[in-house]
């Protein structure tokens, strides 16, 4: 039983630069959730899938930052012209089906971004 | 609006003494679930427990127990004989279905044990 992985673990970009991360959920998880993480705070919720639909984005995710989970299974978040503010650890968290938000969900490792 | 707030950033404590996280979360709503999560040095987030907001009753697993108290807005953990593995950092968090599938995380308490 595989859990949530992500790739690649460590990133370190010039400013500017374009990034781009990659979940794969737990295999039968249909729910995929985007998060971030800066030192000192707790992971802050960025956008959320339900198979390859995306159905919240929060305000932190500018319009420099795009989510897409095609077929529904693994997914990519992409930072473009990356700014020093977006240096932070992206986690990957995944959830399986229910009718409320009540079920919970397993991080991957996360990703870490520093731009230099 | 939901909140969590853990108000102690660090402790230590020596190898085997017991020592309790805090957490007081806020909700409008009768509706929410709460989560401890554990993070080690490696980062990953791991889930240790989670609690319906009917669900009063505490929790014991192992050396880790869960006080929830509604009255009071708070649901606690305690880890009783602690060991050098338990250092981490630990995470509470609220999830409120009123507001879709949004985790709202404290800013975790940085928990060393001292051998």
């Known amino acids: 039983d595989t859990g949530v992985s992500q790739d690649p673990r460590h990133k370190i970009t010039k400013r500017g630069q374009n990034v781009t991360f990659r979940c794969d959920p737990i295999?039968?998880?249909?729910?995929l959730y985007w998060y971030r993480q800066t030192l000192g705070q707790g992971p802050e919720f960025l956008t959320y899938f339900q198979n390859e639909a995306q159905l919240e984005k929060s305000r932190l995710l500018s319009d420099r930052f795009s989510a897409e989970r095609p077929k529904g299974s693994f997914s990519t978040l992409e930072i473009q012209r990356t700014e020093q503010g977006d240096s932070a650890m992206y986690l990957c968290?995944?959830?399986?089906?229910?009718?409320?938000?009540?079920?919970?969900?397993?991080f991957g490792e996360g990703s870490w971004l520093t731009v230099v | 609006a939901q909140k969590v707030t853990q108000a102690q950033t660090e402790i230590s404590v020596v190898e085997k003494e017991d020592v309790t996280l805090d957490c007081v979360y806020e909700t409008r709503d009768t509706t929410y679930y709460l989560f401890w999560y554990k993070q080690p040095p490696s980062g990953e987030l791991v889930f240790l427990i989670r609690?319906?907001?009917?669900?009063?009753q505490n929790e014991i697993s192992g050396r880790y127990s869960w006080n929830f108290q509604k009255s009071t807005s708070s649901f606690n953990f305690t880890i009783t004989a602690s060991q050098v593995v338990d250092s981490a950092v630990y995470f509470c968090a609220l999830s409120d279905p009123n507001t879709g599938n949004q985790f709202y995380f404290g800013t975790g308490t940085s928990l060393t044990v001292i051998p």
């Open positions: 968290a995944s959830s399986a089906a229910g009718g409320y938000s009540g079920n919970t969900i397993y």
């Open positions: 295999s039968e998880h249909n729910r």
């Open positions: 609690r319906n907001s009917f669900d009063e």
